[in-house]
Nanobody, 124 residues
Framework: QVQLVESGGGLVQAGGSLRLSCAAS????????MAWFRQAPGKEREFVSG????????YYADSVKGRFTISRDYAKNTVYLQMNSLKPDDAGVYYC?????????????????WGQGTQVTVSS
């Protein structure tokens, strides 16, 4: 069983930056593919970014490419999402997700574990 705890959300002005963190409880953190999703009110949860278990490959939704960066720290069992040039459309609850099996990056059901989410609000 893996517990994921997100932090780092908050209120920021458009154009600003935030760094989200997701701390994982698993000793086998290095074997998990990790991802960030977000969900705005009234909308479906959507894929934002992912990183493979090795950290060798990263993936981004087109809407965040060039602005967001995902990374992971194996010593701290933590994955990060650096968000720059934030826009009001980036607002929502951001969720950390983990899986050990193969799957599709954007498919919510392919992930085994989820955090409780952290709120990001972007003012215009």
């Amino acid at each position: 069983q893996v517990q994921l705890v997100e932090s780092g959300g908050g209120l920021v002005q458009a154009g600003g930056s935030l760094r989200l963190s997701c701390a994982a409880s698993a000793r086998t953190f290095s074997t998990y593919t990790m991802a960030w999703f977000r969900q705005a009110p009234g909308k479906e949860r959507e894929f934002v970014s992912g990183i493979t278990w090795s950290g060798g490959s990263t993936y981004y939704a087109d809407s965040v490419k060039g602005r967001f960066t995902i990374s992971r720290d194996y010593a701290k069992n933590t994955v990060y999402l650096q968000m720059n040039s934030l826009k009001p459309d980036d607002a929502g609850v951001y969720y950390c997700a983990a899986r050990t099996r193969n799957g599709r990056w954007a498919q919510v059901s392919d992930y085994d574990y989820w955090g409780q989410g952290t709120q990001v609000t972007v003012s215009s």
